[in-house]
């Protein structure tokens, strides 16, 4: 399994918008639901700091996500200027695989 890692640091006044773009029934996990590899998404939230989140995209595979960011470019751009009004910061921690495909 493939895994896309971003660690996020929020407008607190904007949690709850922060949260519907990101979460199960946002924009993100709706325009991932287009691609049948897309797993799942997990929105997480820092007990210690409110206002950190990160989400883990999960994929069935590298080379099938980096067809659907070609395929989904437009969209993909379009959602993420939505979320920039959002977000203080947004990090890229990584991209990983589980072990189980080593």
Do not use: A, C, R
């Amino acid at each position: 399994m493939f895994l896309v890692i971003w660690k996020f640091e929020i407008n607190e006044k904007l949690q709850k918008e922060f949260e519907e773009l990101y979460g199960q029934n946002g924009k993100w996990v709706k325009l991932f639901k287009n691609d049948n590899s897309y797993i799942k998404t997990e929105l997480i939230k820092d007990i210690s700091q409110p206002n950190i989140y990160v989400t883990i995209d999960h994929w069935k595979s590298k080379s099938i996500y980096e067809k659907f960011l070609k395929e989904s470019k437009v969209q993909f751009e379009i959602i993420d200027q939505e979320g920039e009004g959002l977000t203080k910061s947004e990090i890229k921690i990584g991209w990983f695989e589980t072990l189980e495909n080593i």
